[in-house]
């Protein structure tokens, strides 16, 4: 059976912008992803040397887009070492670079209740006082029943709960909470894991090109294969980092129409 795939099931990921792509580049390809069905920025304090969250909120305010939701990640934060303060000088983005400066002392990754709560304020202030929705717990070496408390205080706003590269424990545990859990996996991990083919919420498959290019097959086919291990609730967040990526996620929207 051949399943559709629709330009809603994108989800525009920002761990290089700022770092390897610059504002102008990052609206000019907004607007395409905008102009497919795509209408949610994958990101996290710690994309883009931080950059990430500041180009998504300068580009909202410009465009007075209300198109996109924007989600966010808890747990890690940039730090001014010598390649984050680097870039964010070459990109001549001070304000951001005194924000980040406050974080020195701090560590990159904390997943104490302090480090969950300091690393989502970081976030907002980054994306201009925009709550993010969904929230993830970002790739967590520690259990989430120690952390569940606190990540859903943070999420309670937006009432979307979300974890990324989840534990079989993390899973099973979410699976047995009431509340609509958003899970977020590498396509390897998904295409290897019977688990999450059967997960009952969504899912958020992310590193696909890298796992194409990896593997050394097509795009499409990587998608193919997602699908045909989990056909509902399943999305694909890819990084948008030249034309030719849009130009194959177009012919993959097209066909399926």
Known sequence: MEHKISGSQFIFGTASVGSKISYKKFCEFAKLAESLGISIFDSAPLYGRGLSQVYIARYLKQMSSQKWDTSSKV???????????????????????????KNVGRYAIDFSEKGLNSSHQFAIKSLNGNVPKPVFLHSSNEQLSSQIDTL????????????????????????????????????????????????????????????????????????????????HDCFFVIGFNNKYLFEQVSQIITSSD
């Open 152 to 231: 859903i205080n943070i999420s309670e706003s937006c009432n979307m709960f979300g974890i990324s590269d989840p534990s079989h424990q993390d899973l099973a545990l979410i699976e047995k909470d009431n509340r609509d859990w958003i899970v977020q996996v590498s396509a390897e991990r998904f295409l290897a894991d019977p688990a999450l083919h059967t997960y009952k919420g969504k899912i958020w498959i992310n590193q696909i090109i890298k796992y194409s290019r990896y593997a050394n097959v097509a795009f499409e086919k990587v998608l193919n294969n997602i699908i045909l291990k989990r056909s």
């Open 75 to 101: 747990g890690r934060i940039p730090v001014p070492d010598l390649k984050t303060i680097a870039i964010i000088l070459l990109r001549l983005e001070f304000r951001h670079l005194f924000r980040v400066l």
